[in-house]
């Protein structure tokens, strides 16, 4: 696991007077080395006049963010670590910027969250579902210890939270596309641990025939999936293989389908003959 994100040495020597105060790293299960692209931080309205207020700095890089203090604002920051009655929290949206992201993330939660000895779990507020809403926001609380005083507080050292994204699980709809020569498909998986339903016969929107199989399970969207699906000509026996990989689900394929009364998330992939 990778540590908090840490400013570039040109930031690093400007930030030379500075101390760490937090840093926030993300991690994402979708991508093969946890650590998501294209992460925006962006602090609420409230907060940005804070940090300017005290001259602190804020720098974000790849997955995480770091906050800065200079050592002569520390015993201002102490005095306000009360906001109207209430311990004080920086507040910070969480977004990204690939597009896709909305597909294979699914929404964050407080029990998805996993802290150890060096990270903690970043407090989070409620996100209405929305298409502009962020993936999560953090509300890092400025006292996190709690301090009873200005020395035990000043003396701690920097705070690492990790926010955790996962991947939602999907069933995988192979959808089998053009002329088949009236073969008995399967899709196997070489493993066991997958079941598909017998393909059968399904109108596309333009009219055509394809056959379609499903996963009997769902199967966790990754950027680089794992799984090595076979697509078996089972006409006569012994069967044979026609296809020795097939594609894994991707974001894009992802949508909602009705089974039975249920609405069920499916991960489409098409597969020409």
Same mark, same amino acid.
């Given at each position: 696991?990778?540590?908090?994100?840490?400013?570039?040495?040109?930031?690093?020597?400007?930030?030379?007077? $500075?101390?760490?105060?937090?840093? !926030?790293?993300?991690?994402?299960?979708?991508?093969?080395? +946890?650590?998501?692209?294209?992460? &925006?931080?962006?602090?609420?309205?409230?907060?940005?006049?804070?940090?300017?207020?005290?001259?602190?700095?804020?720098?974000?890089?790849?997955?995480?963010?770091?906050?800065? !203090?200079?050592?002569?604002?520390?015993?201002?920051?102490?005095?306000?670590?009360?906001?109207? +009655? =209430?311990?004080?929290?920086?507040?910070?949206?969480?977004?990204?910027?690939?597009?896709?992201?909305? $597909? $294979?993330?699914?929404?964050?939660?407080?029990?998805?969250?996993?802290?150890?000895?060096?990270?903690? !779990?970043?407090?989070?507020?409620? !996100?209405?579902?929305?298409?502009?809403?962020?993936?999560?926001?953090? @509300?890092?609380?400025?006292?996190?210890?709690?301090?009873?005083?200005?020395?035990?507080?000043?003396?701690?050292?920097?705070?690492?939270?990790? %926010?955790?994204?996962?991947?939602?699980?999907?069933?995988?709809?192979?959808?089998?596309?053009?002329?088949?020569?009236?073969?008995?498909?399967?899709?196997?998986?070489?493993? +066991?641990?997958?079941?598909?339903?017998?393909? @059968?016969?399904?109108?596309?929107?333009? +009219?055509? @025939?394809?056959?379609? =199989?499903?996963?009997?399970?769902?199967?966790? &969207?990754?950027?680089?999936?794992?799984?090595?699906?076979?697509?078996?000509?089972? =006409?006569?026996?012994?069967?044979?293989? &026609?296809?020795?990989?097939?594609?894994?689900?991707?974001?894009?394929? %992802?949508?909602?389908?009705?089974?039975?009364?249920?609405?069920? @998330?499916?991960?489409?992939?098409?597969?020409?003959?």
């Amino acid at each position: 696991m990778t540590g908090p994100a840490s400013p570039p040495a040109a930031d690093r020597a400007g930030m030379s007077a $500075y101390r760490l105060l937090a840093a !926030v790293h993300v991690t994402h299960d979708y991508f093969a080395d +946890g650590r998501p692209p294209c992460m &925006l931080f962006s602090p609420h309205a409230a907060t940005a006049a804070f940090l300017r207020r005290f001259d602190m700095r804020m720098h974000a890089e790849g997955s995480g963010f770091v906050i800065g !203090v200079c050592d002569g604002q520390r015993a201002n920051l102490w005095s306000e670590r009360i906001d109207e +009655g =209430t311990p004080r929290a920086l507040c910070f949206d969480v977004r990204s910027a690939d597009p896709e992201s909305a $597909y $294979y993330t699914e929404a964050v939660t407080a029990s998805a969250q996993v802290a150890d000895d060096a990270v903690r !779990v970043p407090p989070l507020l409620p !996100v209405e579902p929305s298409a502009s809403a962020p993936l999560a926001t953090l @509300a890092l609380p400025l006292n996190p210890g709690p301090a009873d005083d200005f020395a035990g507080w000043d003396a701690a050292a920097c705070v690492s939270y990790r %926010l955790c994204l996962r991947s939602p699980g999907t069933i995988w709809k192979y959808v089998l596309v053009g002329d088949w020569r009236d073969r008995k498909l399967a899709v196997v998986d070489p493993r +066991g641990e997958v079941a598909f339903t017998a393909p @059968a016969s399904e109108r596309m929107p333009d +009219g055509s @025939a394809a056959l379609a =199989t499903y996963s009997s399970v769902p199967i966790t &969207l990754r950027e680089r999936p794992a799984q090595r699906f076979q697509l078996h000509d089972v =006409t006569d026996a012994p069967g044979r293989v &026609l296809v020795p990989r097939l594609p894994g689900a991707r974001p894009r394929g %992802l949508w909602r389908e009705m089974q039975g009364s249920t609405p069920i @998330a499916v991960s489409e992939i098409f597969v020409h003959s």
